[in-house]
C-alpha cells in the first residue's frame, strides 16, 4: 500500500509539472517574428477575440475566439453608418440636428453637434464617422427613422439579415449597455457589407474632414480628424493598404478596430476585440493584414489572360492552308501592357477561388479586334486592342497579337484564269449592267413563251372547234344518208308490190 502512494505522489508530480509548463510552452505576442508573417497564430495577439476575412467571398483566413460574445463599443457606429447610407438620403440634403442628439450619457465622445445646428447631411456622417460622436448617431438615427428606437430595431434587423446570431444592438453609437453586444464574426460581416458602398469607404478612409455648421447667425468650420492611426502617413503604425474602418472603446469593451486594406484586387477586413491596451490594436491589425496578403499568389495580367484564353483568346482564320493543325483557329497572346506591374491576388492553393478569378477577369474584358483575320497570319502580327477594368476601377489596356504563323490557302484555277474576260465582272458597274441585261432576257422569254402559250392555246382551240365541225357533217351525212338508204327500201318494197299486182293481172287474162 505505502509503495502505491509513492507511485501516486510521484504520478502526480508529473502530472502537475506538465501542467504548469504548458503555459510556458503556450505562444506569446512577442514570440510573433515580423519575417515570417505567414506563420501568425492566435497566441501571437494580443486581442481576445479577432477575425480576418476575404471581403469577396466572405471566406475566413484567421480567427481566435471569434464567436464569442464582446461589448462592440463605437465599432456599432460601423452599422449606424452603413444604415445612414441605405436610408436613400441624399449626401446635399440640408439638415437640422434634432433635440436628441443632446440625449446621450455625459461621458459621450462627441461631434460635436448641437440641436437646432444645419448643415449638409454629407457633412454630418463625416463628422460623426470620424469623431466618432455619439451626439451625431443619435441624430442619423432621427434623420433616418423618425426615433433612436426605431433606429436601433432597424440595426438588429439588418444584423439578422446578415445573419449576424451572436449580435444585439441597444443604441446607435455603441455606449456600454448590458444588451448591446457583438463578436468579432458578426462585426465582420457587417463591414463586407458596408464596404459595397463606395461612399461607406470614401468617408472611412479619409483622415481629416471639414464640416461647416450653421449655429445661428454662425458659420462654423469644424475640422474632424479620423481616429485610424493605419491611415496618417506621419504615424508609427501608418499602413499603406489600409481602407478604414473604425475605432472603439470603453472600459468594459476594451481597445477595439475594424479594419479594411486593399491589395492587388484582394480586399481584407479584421476585426480586433478588446485588446490589451491602444497601441496593440494596431499591432494585431497589421499581423493579420500581413498574413493575410501572404494567403494569394499574385498573378500579372498576361498570367491572367493566359489562363482564360480559353474563353476569350481564340478566333477563327479564313482562307488558312487546309493542312492547318489546328483548322484556322488562333490563339491570342498580349504585347506591351499599359501597366507592367499590375498583379491579381487570387487565394493560394483554393482551386475554387481561382475559377471565379478567372470568370471575373473575363467579364471585365473588352476585346476590339482590328484585324480582317484573313490568312496569312504571322506570329506576334496585331490584331487587336485589350481593355480590363480591375474591380476596384483601375484601366489596363493591351495589344492582342498572334500567338502563331497560319499559312494560306494556295491559288486555285479558276474560270477567270481560263476566260480572262470574265474579269471584266470584277467591276461592280459590269455586275450591276450583267443583272439588268440578263432580267432583261429573262423578262424577254418568259413574255415570248407567254405568247407561245396563248398561241398554242388559240390553235388548240381552232382545232377543236374544227374537229367538232367536221363531227357534226359526218353526222348530219350519216343521217341522209340513213333516210336515202330507207327511201330506197322504201320505194323497193313498192316496186315489187307493183310487180306483184301486175303477175296477177296476167294470170287472169290468160284464164
Same mark, same amino acid.
Given at each position: 500500500?505505502?509503495?502505491?502512494?509513492?507511485?501516486?505522489?510521484?504520478?502526480?508530480?508529473?502530472?502537475?509539472?506538465?501542467?504548469?509548463?504548458?503555459?510556458?510552452?503556450?505562444?506569446?505576442?512577442? *514570440?510573433?517574428?515580423?519575417?515570417?508573417?505567414?506563420?501568425?497564430?492566435?497566441?501571437?495577439?494580443? /486581442?481576445?477575440?479577432?477575425?480576418?476575412?476575404?471581403?469577396?467571398?466572405?471566406?475566413?483566413?484567421?480567427?481566435?475566439?471569434?464567436?464569442?460574445?464582446?461589448?462592440?463599443?463605437?465599432?456599432?457606429?460601423?452599422?449606424?453608418?452603413?444604415?445612414?447610407?441605405?436610408?436613400?438620403?441624399?449626401?446635399?440634403?440640408?439638415?437640422?440636428?434634432? @433635440?436628441?442628439?443632446?440625449?446621450?450619457?455625459?461621458?459621450?465622445?462627441?461631434?460635436?453637434?448641437?440641436?437646432?445646428?444645419?448643415?449638409?447631411?454629407?457633412?454630418?456622417?463625416?463628422?460623426?464617422?470620424?469623431?466618432?460622436?455619439?451626439?451625431?448617431?443619435?441624430?442619423?438615427?432621427?434623420?433616418?427613422?423618425?426615433?433612436?428606437?426605431?433606429?436601433?430595431?432597424?440595426?438588429?434587423?439588418?444584423?439578422?439579415?446578415?445573419?449576424?446570431?451572436?449580435?444585439?444592438?441597444?443604441?446607435?453609437?455603441?455606449?456600454?449597455?448590458?444588451?448591446?453586444?457583438?463578436?468579432?464574426?458578426?462585426?465582420?460581416?457587417?463591414?463586407?457589407?458596408?464596404?459595397?458602398?463606395?461612399?461607406?469607404?470614401?468617408?472611412?478612409?479619409?483622415?481629416?474632414?471639414?464640416?461647416?455648421?450653421?449655429?445661428?447667425?454662425?458659420?462654423?468650420?469644424?475640422?474632424?480628424?479620423?481616429?485610424?492611426?493605419?491611415?496618417?502617413?506621419?504615424?508609427?503604425?501608418?499602413?499603406?493598404?489600409?481602407?478604414?474602418?473604425?475605432?472603439?472603446?470603453?472600459?468594459?469593451?476594451?481597445?477595439?478596430?475594424?479594419?479594411?486594406?486593399?491589395? *492587388?484586387?484582394?480586399?481584407?477586413?479584421?476585426?480586433?476585440?478588446? /485588446?490589451?491596451?491602444?497601441?496593440?490594436?494596431?499591432?494585431?491589425?497589421?499581423?493579420?493584414?500581413?498574413?493575410?496578403?501572404?494567403?494569394?499568389?499574385?498573378?500579372?495580367?498576361?498570367?491572367?489572360?493566359?489562363?482564360?484564353?480559353?474563353?476569350?483568346?481564340?478566333?477563327?482564320?479564313?482562307?488558312?492552308?487546309?493542312?492547318?493543325?489546328?483548322?484556322?483557329?488562333?490563339?491570342?497572346?498580349?504585347?506591351?501592357?499599359?501597366?507592367?506591374?499590375?498583379?491579381?491576388?487570387?487565394?493560394?492553393?483554393?482551386?475554387?477561388?481561382?475559377?471565379?478569378?478567372?470568370? *471575373?477577369?473575363?467579364?471585365?474584358?473588352?476585346?476590339?479586334?482590328?484585324?480582317?483575320?484573313?490568312?496569312?497570319? /504571322?506570329?506576334?502580327?496585331?490584331?487587336?486592342?485589350?481593355?480590363?477594368?480591375? @474591380?476596384?476601377?483601375?484601366?489596363?489596356?493591351?495589344?492582342?497579337?498572334?500567338?502563331?504563323?497560319?499559312?494560306?490557302?494556295?491559288?486555285?484555277?479558276?474560270?477567270?484564269?481560263?476566260?480572262?474576260?470574265?474579269?471584266?465582272?470584277?467591276?461592280?458597274?459590269?455586275?450591276?449592267?450583267?443583272?439588268?441585261?440578263?432580267?432583261?432576257?429573262?423578262?424577254?422569254?418568259?413574255?415570248?413563251?407567254?405568247?407561245?402559250?396563248?398561241?398554242?392555246?388559240?390553235?388548240?382551240?381552232?382545232?377543236?372547234?374544227?374537229?367538232?365541225?367536221?363531227?357534226?357533217?359526218?353526222?348530219?351525212?350519216?343521217?341522209?344518208?340513213?333516210?336515202?338508204?330507207?327511201?330506197?327500201?322504201?320505194?323497193?318494197?313498192?316496186?315489187?308490190?307493183?310487180?306483184?299486182?301486175?303477175?296477177?293481172?296476167?294470170?287472169?287474162?290468160?284464164?
Amino acid at each position: 500500500m505505502l509503495r502505491c502512494r509513492r507511485w501516486f505522489a510521484a504520478l502526480l508530480a508529473v502530472v502537475t509539472a506538465l501542467l504548469c509548463a504548458v503555459p510556458a510552452l503556450a505562444e506569446t505576442p512577442s *514570440d510573433y517574428n515580423r519575417n515570417v508573417p505567414q506563420l501568425l497564430s492566435a497566441g501571437h495577439l494580443y /486581442s481576445e477575440s479577432a477575425i480576418m476575412i476575404d471581403a469577396e467571398n466572405g471566406n475566413v483566413l484567421f480567427s481566435k475566439n471569434a464567436n464569442v460574445r464582446m461589448y462592440p463599443a463605437s465599432t456599432t457606429k460601423v452599422m449606424t453608418l452603413m444604415l445612414a447610407l441605405e436610408s436613400g438620403i441624399a449626401l446635399d440634403t440640408p439638415i437640422v440636428i434634432p @433635440q436628441q442628439a443632446s440625449q446621450i450619457p455625459a461621458d459621450s465622445s462627441l461631434v460635436p453637434v448641437f440641436p437646432g445646428d444645419m448643415m449638409t447631411y454629407r457633412d454630418l456622417l463625416y463628422g460623426f464617422m470620424l469623431s466618432s460622436g455619439n451626439d451625431g448617431a443619435n441624430a442619423i438615427a432621427v434623420l433616418v427613422s423618425g426615433s433612436v428606437e426605431k433606429f436601433v430595431e432597424k440595426m438588429n434587423s439588418r444584423a439578422q439579415e446578415l445573419g449576424c446570431e451572436g449580435t444585439h444592438f441597444a443604441n446607435p453609437h455603441g455606449y456600454h449597455d448590458p444588451e448591446h453586444y457583438s463578436c468579432a464574426q458578426d462585426l465582420a460581416r457587417i463591414t463586407r457589407e458596408a464596404l459595397k458602398i463606395d461612399t461607406f469607404k470614401k468617408i472611412v478612409s479619409t483622415s481629416s474632414y471639414t464640416m461647416s455648421i450653421q449655429r445661428g447667425n454662425t458659420t462654423i468650420e469644424n475640422r474632424v480628424l479620423n481616429t485610424n492611426a493605419l491611415l496618417k502617413k506621419d504615424n508609427t503604425y501608418y499602413y499603406a493598404d489600409c481602407i478604414g474602418v473604425k475605432t472603439g472603446y470603453h472600459s468594459l469593451a476594451g481597445q477595439c478596430f475594424v479594419g479594411a486594406a486593399e491589395r *492587388d484586387g484582394v480586399r481584407l477586413v479584421t476585426v480586433d476585440l478588446h /485588446s490589451t491596451g491602444s497601441l496593440e490594436k494596431w499591432i494585431d491589425t497589421i499581423r493579420m493584414f500581413n498574413y493575410g496578403f501572404t494567403r494569394y499568389t499574385a498573378y500579372t495580367l498576361e498570367q491572367m489572360f493566359n489562363m482564360a484564353s480559353g474563353m476569350i483568346a481564340t478566333l477563327r482564320v479564313s482562307n488558312a492552308i487546309e493542312s492547318d493543325p489546328q483548322q484556322g483557329m488562333l490563339g491570342l497572346n498580349i504585347a506591351q501592357i499599359s501597366n507592367p506591374d499590375y498583379t491579381r491576388m487570387v487565394e493560394t492553393d483554393n482551386q475554387e477561388a481561382m475559377d471565379r478569378a478567372v470568370e *471575373d477577369f473575363v467579364s471585365r474584358c473588352e476585346m476590339t479586334i482590328t484585324s480582317d483575320m484573313v490568312a496569312p497570319i /504571322s506570329q506576334g502580327e496585331i490584331i487587336g486592342r485589350l481593355r480590363y477594368v480591375d @474591380q476596384f476601377g483601375e484601366e489596363l489596356t493591351a495589344l492582342l497579337v498572334a500567338d502563331r504563323s497560319i499559312a494560306e490557302q494556295p491559288p486555285r484555277t479558276t474560270l477567270v484564269d481560263i476566260f480572262p474576260a470574265l474579269a471584266y465582272f470584277e467591276n461592280p458597274l459590269v455586275v450591276l449592267l450583267a443583272a439588268v441585261l440578263i432580267l432583261l432576257i429573262i423578262a424577254l422569254l418568259i413574255a415570248a413563251a407567254v405568247r407561245n402559250s396563248r398561241r398554242e392555246k388559240r390553235r388548240k382551240q381552232i382545232y377543236e372547234a374544227r374537229k367538232l365541225a367536221y363531227m357534226r357533217r359526218k353526222s348530219a351525212q350519216k343521217r341522209r344518208n340513213a333516210r336515202r338508204a330507207k327511201e330506197r327500201r322504201r320505194r323497193l318494197r313498192e316496186q315489187e308490190d307493183d310487180y306483184d299486182e301486175y303477175d296477177e293481172y296476167d294470170d287472169e287474162d290468160d284464164y
